[in-house]
């Protein structure tokens, strides 16, 4: 299984930041190539490491070596959780789990197959272990 969390970093817990709440333009990392199904998010989101490995595995369940898939995700911020039953106070909690953080207009995967039905059937399939909307777009 990939592990989509860091190995190290350079500080244990950071910070939780702010997300811009902003539709950006659909545009594409990839170069633009024939049948080329890209997937965007409509709204912003967090993901952790295991909802992006379920969603790599659920991609590949149907694609498998038919085409290639580019996936833009990696979770790369600690989320911090204090163990139950604790009393308030006493600094910020251990490391619990790695998200991802999600802007609208953000290309999560793209998938090049020669099989456009495959490809679309992978895609509706796989888009249902996502926590959030999803819009496909064919290039």
Do not use: D
Request: hydrophobic content about 35%.
């Amino acid at each position: 299984m990939i592990k989509y969390s860091p190995k190290r970093t350079k500080y244990k817990k950071y910070h939780k930041g702010q997300r811009p709440n902003y539709l950006s333009s659909y545009k594409s990392i990839f170069s633009i190539k024939q049948n080329c199904f890209s997937l965007y998010s409509v709204e912003s989101s967090q993901m952790s490491s295991k909802q992006i490995a379920a969603f790599y595995q659920s991609l590949n369940k149907y694609i498998k070596k038919s085409g290639k898939i580019s996936l833009n995700l990696f979770a790369h911020l600690p989320k911090t959780k204090k163990p139950l039953e604790m009393r308030m106070g006493k600094g910020k909690g251990n490391v619990a789990l790695w998200i991802a953080k999600i802007n609208p207009g953000y290309c999560i995967c793209s998938v090049n197959t020669l099989f456009p039905s495959l490809a679309l059937k992978a895609i509706s399939y796989a888009k249902k272990k996502l926590p959030f909307k999803v819009k496909i777009l064919q290039i």
